[in-house]
Nanobody
Framework: QVQLVESGGGLVQAGGSLRLSCAAT????????MGWYRQAPGKQRELVAS?????????ADSVKGRFTISFSRDNAKNTVYLQMYSLKPEDTAVYYC???????????WGQGTQVTVSS
């Protein structure tokens, strides 16, 4: 089992920055994929950015050049970060942390954190 705790959302003006964090504890040795998804009202959940345990990253076209995903790990937890720059009103959504284990055996979701960008 993996437990996820997210933090870092909030209200920011367009052009501003925020950093989201997601701390994973428990069976962290089994984690191969960590990512951030978002869901805006009336829209489907979409992948924003992801990173594998080997460090390979992937970004949605809409955030390339503005968002950076990274992670850190120690014996007790893995933490994935999403640094967001040049935020736009269309980035407003609930952001969810997601982790997956090797082979896609299990997937876990964070509780979600609201990001609101005002124009």
């Amino acid at each position: 089992q993996v437990q996820l705790v997210e933090s870092g959302g909030g209200l920011v003006q367009a052009g501003g920055s925020l950093r989201l964090s997601c701390a994973a504890t428990g069976s962290i040795f089994s984690i191969n994929f960590m990512g951030w998804y978002r869901q805006a009202p009336g829209k489907q959940r979409e992948l924003v950015a992801s990173i594998t345990s080997g460090g390979r990253t992937n970004y949605a076209d809409s955030v390339k050049g503005r968002f950076t995903i990274s992670f850190s790990r120690d014996n007790a937890k893995n933490t994935v970060y999403l640094q967001m720059y040049s935020l736009k009103p269309e980035d407003t959504a609930v952001y969810y942390c997601n982790v997956q284990t090797f082979g896609g055996v299990s997937t876990y979701w964070g509780q979600g954190t609201q990001v609101t960008v005002s124009s």
